[in-house]
């Protein structure tokens, strides 16, 4: 059984590479059963977005 230690250093790789099946299905069990884990989870896709948005509109704002 994986680890919250474990658990959250495979979502931030996440966001680098794409998981391997076992990965994947070893980090979706553990978020299915470990709250802190599951909105840690919901809250790196939230800032993810977050700071997209952000340096789009930045982006933007340098083009005017």
Same mark, same amino acid.
Request: glycine residues 6%; aromatic residues 0%; hydrophobic residues 25%.
């Given at each position: 059984m994986m680890n919250? /230690?474990?658990?959250?250093?495979?979502?931030s790789e996440s966001q680098e /590479?794409?998981?391997s099946l076992k990965e994947s299905m070893s980090l979706g069990m553990h978020t299915m059963m470990c709250k802190g884990c599951h909105n840690y989870k919901q809250q790196m896709g939230t800032l993810r977005k977050i700071t997209r948005a952000y340096a789009?509109?930045?982006?933007?704002q340098e083009e005017k």
């Open positions: 919250c /230690r474990e658990a959250t250093q495979l979502m /590479r794409k998981l789009k509109g930045k982006n933007e």
